[in-house]
């Protein structure tokens, strides 16, 4: 089993910047790619960005590129969303996920994800 606790989230205005952690423990977790996943009221679960099990491989959903960056540290068990130029519309809880395959492939599919955190709420304001 590996256990997420995502952190990080907050109220920001439009423009800012917010960077939120999700650390694990358990299993070896930099066995698994991991990826984030946002979820608006009322919306269903969206894909955001996933990072391989090295690190070495990022994806980024359309909307996030340029401004949103996934990156891991591997010795302390933690993978890191640093989000910038924050609209409203990034509003949303965000959870981050790890696949349950070790050394697999990251997907963007939240139905490959096994291992769950509990969701760090994000607000921007205008």
């Known amino acids: 089993q590996v256990q997420l606790v995502e952190s990080g989230g907050g109220l920001v205005q439009a423009g800012g910047s917010l960077r939120l952690s999700c650390a694990a423990s358990g299993r070896t977790f930099s066995n698994y790619p991991v990826a984030w996943f946002r979820q608006a009221p009322g919306k269903e679960r969206d894909f955001v960005a996933s990072?391989?099990?090295?690190?070495?491989?990022?994806d980024y959903a359309d909307s996030m590129k340029g401004r949103f960056t996934i990156s891991r540290d591997n010795a302390k068990n933690t993978v890191y969303l640093q989000m910038n130029s924050l609209k409203p519309e990034d509003t949303a809880v965000y959870y981050c996920a790890a696949r349950g395959r070790s050394f697999s492939t990251a997907r963007r599919s939240r139905l490959e994800y096994s291992y769950w955190g509990q969701g760090t709420q994000v607000t921007v304001s205008s």
């Open positions: 990072i391989s099990w090295s690190g070495g491989d990022t």
